[in-house]
């Protein structure tokens, strides 16, 4: 059952899962030299769930998937994949795993079907396995029609596209994302983020780190927000975004400057936020229907109103608050 867990470095609470998935993690630990990558991480994925692993450049999101990916050695910690100990049993862990990296790892002077044929056979596939794997997915990334062409002569959202189809020809239960549309063109960054929750309805678990929050929005079931190593909140996105405490914000232009005090005191929670304009005015606010209030509160005041705008707190939002505005350049990590 999920619980909900304090996490005593950051002070933030959110909703993790008790070690019972595919994947589990356990005190999580690695150092590069001096330097501290992660500390003490855990969290659970269970079978056919999507999580966004998201955080800030030098988080440690690349390093966790590198060691869930038996890629790096973990200094401290405990990883179960699919039942199997990552220290005991890496090479049954690995046969359980799709893992599709940020830089695309393919092979340009074959074709797109070679590049396929030679991952199966990797992962064991028998011959006549692998040849109906790859003919199903080169279908799931829409490059049947290109599947003779070698790499070199593919557009670069087509060869992200073969990047994943590659990872995932096997059909692994387990299925490990590194920002696999960075620099994609719209329609291919759309197949993309069906096929990827194509395979999780088919029961595949997927960890899928991106920068892109738009798109954990859309097909994850839950967010691990990591910020220096350690896990800062956990959750679905509505939890996330609750944890972080941001209100929705109405901005208002009006034809003048409004007169002074003209929001009254009755919205005791309408908090005035300086405008970038002085004819313009920002308001946090409760919850939405305070937008009607507010509204007539400017009508009556005498203040015409030009335009207004509302926004939503989002996940971009909770993750500036959480992780903090200011820009941190860190190696990558």
């Known amino acids: 059952m999920p619980q909900l867990c304090l996490n005593p470095a950051s002070g933030n609470i959110g909703t993790v899962l008790a070690p019972q998935g595919i994947v589990d993690v356990v005190g999580l630990a690695k150092s590069y030299g001096s330097r501290l990558v992660l500390h003490d991480l855990s969290f659970s994925v269970r079978a056919g769930e999507v999580v966004g692993l998201l955080g800030p450049n030098g988080a440690g999101k690349t390093t966790t998937l590198s060691i869930l990916a038996t890629l790096r050695g973990a200094d401290a910690g405990t990883v179960r994949i699919a039942g199997f100990d990552l220290r005991a049993r890496p090479g049954a862990i690995r046969r359980k795993l799709g893992f599709v990296p ?25 011959a006549s396995e692998a040849r109906r794997s790859c003919a199903a997915a080169l279908e799931e990334v829409e490059l049947s029609d290109r599947a003779n062409d070698p790499v070199a002569t593919l557009s670069g959202g087509m060869k992200r596209r073969l990047n994943l189809a590659c990872g995932v020809v096997h059909r692994p239960e387990v299925l490990l994302l ?62 996330v975004v609750a ?14 400057e409004p007169p002074p005090n003209w929001c009254a005191r009755p919205l005791l929670s309408v908090n005035s936020v300086a405008g970038a304009e002085r004819n313009k005015v920002e308001l946090k606010l409760d ?47």
Do not use: W
């Open 102 to 126: 940020q830089a695309i790892a393919l092979y340009p002077s074959l074709s797109a079907y070679q590049n396929l044929d030679l991952f199966a056979r990797v992962q064991g596939l028998s």
């Open 243 to 256: 944890l972080a405490g941001e209100h929705p914000r109405i901005e208002i232009t009006f034809e003048r």
């Open 287 to 333: 919850n939405l229907s305070q937008v009607r209030e507010v509204l007539e509160q400017a009508r009556a005041a005498g203040g015409r109103v030009l335009e207004f705008s509302v926004h939503s707190p989002n996940l971009s939002d909770a993750f500036m608050t959480l992780t903090g505005r200011a820009l941190r350049d860190a190696e990558p990590a």
């Open 178 to 239: 590194d920002e696999p549309t960075v620099g994609v063109d719209p329609q291919s960054r759309e197949k993309i983020l069906k096929t990827i929750r194509a395979l999780a309805r088919a029961g595949a678990t997927v960890i899928y780190s991106t920068h892109y929050m738009d798109e954990v929005e859309r097909i994850c079931d839950r967010v691990l927000l990591i910020d220096r190593g350690r896990l800062v909140a956990a959750g679905t996105v509505a939890e």
